[in-house]
């Protein structure tokens, strides 16, 4: 198994020998390459999936994505160290062209945000804060099958997943502090459009 990636551009080098794979790419061979006991690159990967184009823009894609996170962080929240995931969820694949060019079209914004992420304000990121930031992560799970159907807003819930996975690899509590306040703009979004 894959060491843990410790950046967000590391993290798609992972999935990118997921994808080395002919024809189509199971979440299975995804989650192995990135380490399915460990929270930040789960929420790293299901924010990089509902962001990225063709890949995140199929129909349910979000709402799988959904379920995965309130699986693993629900999980978490009870304190279980290894992620138990439906094998429906494991075996559904994406192709290896779609999943490459969503790759590349990652690598600029992975390489700008790994510029400006290190280890601050730890306590939003560590101890209470990882639990905060599972609770949240919940909450965003439960919201994902209706953003399907909101435009854009599955889009809110994906940057907030990529950053709070990504805080909690770098350390970085600054980072977490803006997934809070993304997840709260994007809910408020959501709430306006559908009230």
């Known amino acids: 198994m894959s060491q843990d990636p410790q950046s967000l551009e590391e993290l798609l080098d992972q999935i990118g020998e997921a994808a080395s794979e002919q024809g189509q790419v199971s979440m299975d061979a995804i989650l192995e390459s990135v380490g399915r006991r460990s929270f930040g690159p789960i929420l790293l990967l299901a924010g990089i999936i ?3 184009p063709i890949v995140g823009d ?3 894609m979000p709402t799988i994505m959904g379920i995965l996170v309130l699986l693993t962080a629900g999980q978490l929240l009870f304190q279980r ?3 138990w995931l439906p094998s429906w969820m494991l075996n559904r694949a994406v192709g290896q062209d779609g999943l490459r060019k969503a790759l590349d079209w990652m690598r600029p914004p992975a390489r700008f945000l790994d510029r400006w992420t290190r280890p601050r304000l730890r306590m939003f990121a560590q101890g209470t ?3 905060a930031i599972a609770a ?3 909450l965003i799970a ?3 099958p209706v953003m399907e159907v909101v435009p854009f807003s599955a889009n809110g819930a994906g940057a907030a997943l990529l950053a709070f996975g990504l805080s909690l690899i770098a350390r ?5 502090l803006v997934a809070f306040v ?6 408020g979004a959501v709430a306006y459009t559908l009230l």
């Open 50 to 52: 509902t962001l990225a």
């Open 58 to 60: 199929l129909p349910g």
């Open 81 to 83: 160290e290894y992620f």
């Open 129 to 131: 804060g990882f639990y």
């Open 136 to 138: 949240v992560c919940v």
């Open 142 to 144: 439960f919201g994902m």
């Open 172 to 176: 970085d509590g600054l980072l977490a």
């Open 182 to 187: 993304v997840t709260g703009l994007t809910a």
